[in-house]
Each structure stands twice: as C-alpha cells, then as structure tokens.
C-alpha cells in the first residue's frame, strides 16, 4: 500500500479563490496583524500572510513593533484596533517578546475580531460545540478531511499533542464530528499502542518523527501537522515511511502548512459576515 498523498497547497489555493470571491460579494475587508519584536521566523509569517491576504482583495494592515514595546502599549494598540470599524480581523504574532503577558494580550483582543481563534471565549464557544472561531490549523486538518471524503462518524482518532493551538482545538472538532478520541501527549504511556488504534492520526507535537512507521494502522489517515528544521531541510513527525502504510497522509512540506494561513483568511470573511449581520438584518426589516 502506498499512500495517496493530500496535497495542502492545492486545497489552500481553491480556498483563497472561494475568500476572494466572497469579499467580492462582501466588499471592503480589513485584517489588522501585529509583530513585535525581530524573530526572523515572524517576519516570514506576517510577509507570507500579508500576501496571501492582499490576493484575496483583504486589505492588510501591517503593524510591526519594536522589541522594546511594553506591555501597556501593546494593549492600548489592541484596544485601538477593537474600536477601529474598518478592522474586521485582528492577529497578534507569536511568540511575544518574553517581558510580555502572551495570555493578557490574546484575552484583550475583541473576540468578535479574532481571527486566531485564541481568545478565551473562543475556546469556551468551540468546547461547547458552537465554534465561531477556530484556530486555522485544526480548522484546515478538517477542511482537508472533508475535501477527501475521509469518513469520521463512529471513526477512532487519536491527536497526539495538546496544545491550545492545535491539539486540543483539534480534538474537539472531531469529537463534534462523532469520532471517538483520544489525545496523547509527553506524558502518555505506551503511544505507540495508541497510535496504532487510530483510523484517523493527527501528529502535532514538533518532535522529528515521533510517529515510526510501524506505529500507523495499516490504511489509516494520517494528517502531519509537524514542521521540523534540520541541516537536511523540513520534516514532520511523521516518519515518511508511513506512506506504505497509511492510506492517505500528508507531505511535509505542502500539507497543513499552506491550509493554515488559507483558513485565517476564511476566519476574516466569517468575522467581517458576523460583524455586519445586524446591520444585513436591519436594512431589510
């Protein structure tokens, strides 16, 4: 068995195309991000995400800040940006400069404008099974599920890792989905065992090839949210030799990664829609 490989930057372009055509019918979008500090891996991401933005017809406002910035000054631009009518979105970069409360800042941003889907309330709305916004990596896994007719009802998935981020997001999108899940960490006995139980894999620790080949079930799928730098280039957590293994998996690089920055851009349609859903509601009235 050889895989059948699911191809991100494929799927990442056709919802860029669906975003740009959807702020065609919206008009005017706004996404607001903030950079502070120098981080060499930052600046590629707000570059690569501004530009992704600017060809869906998003107007991007890029704000990069010095290291020195303070912590009351990062949440006064926070709050201005809350109040700016013309921000449908807004995206503080992490990591934050160490000086800074990373909780206190993503809990100041609107969540009505959190296209990071990181906010506390957030969370809470997606634990409850009434997502608004979700974190744009677990919320593209399952775009590329869907894309491939991958079937989760009564299927046994096991998320290894349980960050706020990916993991547990993760996790409960497929459980709102009804698969069985489980979620495994640093701490959990025998993952091997685990692993080999699951129809649906998702690796997303940033731990070069955590996932040994003989530990993927023979025809499952297997999802490598993993982005691990070596001299040889990048790698997931998934040993490639899983492909003749697994029935589909995906490539690092050109799986999750392109359907990150593309799921944000879909997060700021649904806030900009959310945001003028009452005004929609009363013209026509």
Do not use: W
Not at 39 to 60: L, M
Not at 134 to 149: C, H, I, S
């Amino acid at each position: 068995m050889t895989a059948t490989l699911i191809d991100g930057k494929a799927l990442a372009a056709k919802v860029r195309e669906e975003v740009a055509a959807d702020v065609a019918t919206i008009g005017r979008l706004g996404l607001a991000t903030v950079l502070v500090g120098d981080d060499p891996a930052s600046h590629v991401y707000i570059n690569n995400k501004h530009k992704a933005a600017t060809a869906a017809g998003i107007e991007a406002r890029d704000i990069r800040l010095p290291e020195s910035t303070t912590q009351e000054e990062l949440l006064d631009l926070v709050a201005e940006l809350n109040a700016d009518d013309t921000v449908d979105g807004i995206l503080v970069q992490l990591p934050l400069p160490s000086h800074i409360d990373e909780p206190a800042v993503i809990a100041a941003v609107d969540p009505a404008k959190d296209v990071d889907g990181f906010h506390p309330v957030n969370a809470g709305l997606l634990y409850l099974g009434t997502p608004r916004l979700v974190p744009g990596t677990p919320l593209g896994v399952m775009r590329m599920l869907d894309e491939y007719e991958i079937p989760l009802e009564g299927a046994r998935a096991v998320v290894v890792g349980r960050s706020s981020i990916v993991g547990k997001p993760m996790a409960h999108l497929l459980l709102q989905r009804n698969a069985t899940v489980t979620i495994c960490h640093s701490r959990t006995r025998d993952l091997a065992a685990h692993a080999l139980e699951a129809d649906v894999l998702v690796a997303a620790v940033g731990r070069l090839h955590v996932i040994r080949a003989e530990m993927v079930k023979p025809g499952a799928t297997v999802i490598d949210v993993g982005m691990n730098r070596t001299e040889d280039g990048l790698f997931g957590d998934v040993d490639p030799a899983a492909t003749e293994r697994a029935a589909y998996m995906t490539p690092v690089p050109g799986g999750v990664g392109p359907m990150t920055i593309a799921m944000l851009l879909q997060n700021t349609v649904a806030a900009a829609r959310a945001r003028r859903a009452p005004t929609i509601a009363s013209s026509q009235n």
